[in-house]
């Protein structure tokens, strides 16, 4: 069974930083792809970042190339999107994703956490 427990949501200030990170448990954290996702009141669900297995290729929504940076640690088990020079649009509550399949690259993920709000002020 995998489980996937985001945390770091919360208020960030324009052009200031949030972290979030991502737990996985379940199996071996290196086997997961990773993503992330976000939904805004109203709107529908979108990708932002996606990361591979290896760490080597990452993925982003052209909407926050530049200002947000996926990353892993696998002795940590543990995902993160670093979220810098932040803007009120980016308020939303953000989702974690996994997969054992090579999904980085097609952004379909079967494992999902319980999403984390980030709200952004101006």
């Known amino acids: 069974q995998v489980q996937l427990v985001e945390s770091g949501g919360g208020l960030g200030k324009t052009g200031g930083s949030l972290r979030l990170s991502c737990a996985v448990s379940?199996?071996?954290?290196?086997?997961?792809?990773m993503g992330w996702f976000r939904q805004a009141p109203g709107k529908e669900r979108e990708f932002v970042a996606a990361?591979?297995?290896?760490?080597?290729?990452?993925y982003y929504a052209d909407s926050v190339k530049g200002r947000f940076t996926i990353s892993r640690d696998n002795a940590k088990n543990t995902g993160y999107l670093q979220m810098d020079s932040l803007k009120p649009e980016v308020t939303a509550v953000y989702y974690c994703a996994a997969d054992l399949r090579s999904a980085a690259a097609t952004r379909k993920f079967d494992y999902w956490g319980q999403g984390t709000q980030v709200t952004v002020s101006s």
């Open positions: 990361i591979s297995r290896s760490g080597e290729s990452t």
């Open positions: 379940g199996r071996t954290f290196s086997s997961y792809s």
